[in-house]
């Protein structure tokens, strides 16, 4: 096909997507937004319609009934999603990483056993790695998982799960080899659906993220058979889970890019409104200045993620762009949410308006998915190898 009818057919598809997005987010979850997320309470409405816009497959290849989108068309879903309420964003992004696990390393039986039945929803999770006492340094895991005969028996705990509750299955990462050197040739990546000797053991209270269960989970003599090994061989499971991590970059780099924007908006409008001295306070030169910034670090933040973006789907090495991107915008959320609490003055500060959360939120987008210190070292790494001396 003549690639300008391509691409000019696919940025028609991309548009239409958008904007049944956009239509969905302002009739079914933006007047719901401040009550459920003061309840804490699990949106399973907006699941079900999520299901039925097809985002529990978003990323997930066609053959096995996803979407198929880039990840450039995912980033600008996210953006969007997290401008409302960026917690829905977390119950499919960490469920398409445990799908990438499986598309990117999987067998063909397990591509085509799982893959189709993440795409409907019908099965949803996310991603297993952080244990109590390691998240960083996942090297250092300790959940194990021991051979016996044609199954695996799996011992250990793993925290901060997010989906952990609701979700019913997950990307487990393993030590199939504790003594194995270098540590990573010990570690493998599992499919875990719940069941006996996999239990919930406690919910987790946080700061912001409200809606989205996080969990911690337990593991106590967990049978599950050997063909649940993602890649069918042992010693892959680091490889699979940072393999996986790359897109997830990019999603918390767009739900950052979505935080920081809404920040604005809600600035821009109500400096507008808001009256001192006679005038409207973005009148005043201290105002202009911040939203200035703000829509700067929008921008910058929303091109990073769509570079990153770029990158991934051109099949490049974006570990970089990807860790720039996250870095990024994470920090941009969090300086446009301080600053647009400072221009909504004290009713920043009020729960009746959304400019709080922004505020609880950002600072998660810092440490999800690699630290933003750890994102710093890798593009560090990556500028000395790819400029040696
Ligand atoms: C709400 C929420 C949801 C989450 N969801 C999931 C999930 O779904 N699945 C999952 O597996 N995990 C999840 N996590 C866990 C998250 O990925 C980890 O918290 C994160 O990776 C950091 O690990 P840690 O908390 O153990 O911090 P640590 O690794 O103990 O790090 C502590 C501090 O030391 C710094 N540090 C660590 N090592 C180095 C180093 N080598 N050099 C310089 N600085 C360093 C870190 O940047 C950080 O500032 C979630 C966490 C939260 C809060």
């Known amino acids: 096909m003549d690639t300008h009818v391509a691409r000019s057919e696919a940025n028609e598809e991309e548009a239409a997507l958008l904007d049944a997005i956009d239509k969905w987010l302002g009739r079914d979850v933006r007047p719901h937004v401040l009550k459920l997320e003061h309840a804490d309470e699990y949106p399973h409405e907006m699941v079900e319609q999520m299901k039925e816009l097809g985002l529990f497959g978003a990323t997930i290849d066609p053959e096995y009934g996803g979407l198929g989108l880039s990840a450039t068309t995912y980033a600008k879903i996210v953006e969007r999603i997290a401008e409302v309420w960026m917690s829905l964003s977390g119950i499919f992004n960490s469920h398409l990483i445990m799908a990438a696990c499986v598309s990117r390393m999987g067998t063909a039986a397990q591509k085509a056993h799982w893959l189709p039945k993440f795409a409907t929803g019908e099965i949803r999770g996310g991603l297993a ?16 998982a021991r051979r016996d005969g044609d199954h695996y028996v799996i011992n250990g705990t793993k925290t901060w799960i997010s989906n952990g509750i609701q979700g019913s299955c997950f990307a487990l990462l393993v030590k199939t080899d504790p003594e194995a050197t270098p540590r990573h040739k010990g570690m493998s990546m599992m499919i875990a659906p719940k069941g006996a000797g996999f239990t919930v053991s406690k919910k987790l209270e946080k700061l912001g993220y409200k809606g989205i269960d996080s969990a911690e989970l337990v593991f106590d003599d967990y049978r599950i058979p050997a063909d649940h090994l993602i890649g069918g061989e042992e010693g892959r499971g680091l490889q ?30 109500y400096s507008q409104i808001r009256k001192t001295m006679g005038k409207p306070i973005c009148q005043h030169q201290a105002i ?18 769509y570079d990153a973006a770029r990158a991934y789907d051109a099949g490049e090495r974006c570990d970089m762009e990807a860790g720039m991107a996250k870095f990024y915008a994470s920090e941009a959320a969090v300086e446009n949410s301080l600053e647009a609490m400072r221009i909504h003055g ?13 505020y609880r939120d950002a600072p998660l987008m810092c440490i999800g998915e690699g630290t933003n210190e750890i994102q710093r070292m890798i593009i560090a790494k990556q500028l000395i190898e790819r400029f040696p001396a």
């Not at 790695?129 to 300790?142: K, N, S, V, Y």
């Not at 911040?290 to 910058?300: D, I, N, S």
């Open 129 to 144: 790695l952080t244990e109590p006492d390691c998240g960083t340094d996942l090297q250092a895991i300790r959940t194990r």
């Open 240 to 269: 699979t889970a940072l393999g996986g991590l790359e897109l997830g970059r990019i999603n918390v780099a767009a739900r950052g890019v979505g935080l920081a924007s809404a920040a604005l908006k809600d600035s821009v409008k």
């Open 288 to 305: 202009q200045l911040k939203l200035g910034e703000m829509a700067t670090r929008v921008q910058a933040a929303r091109l990073l993620t």
């Open 346 to 358: 004290g009713y920043g500060y009020s729960k009746e308006y959304h400019v709080e959360r922004y």
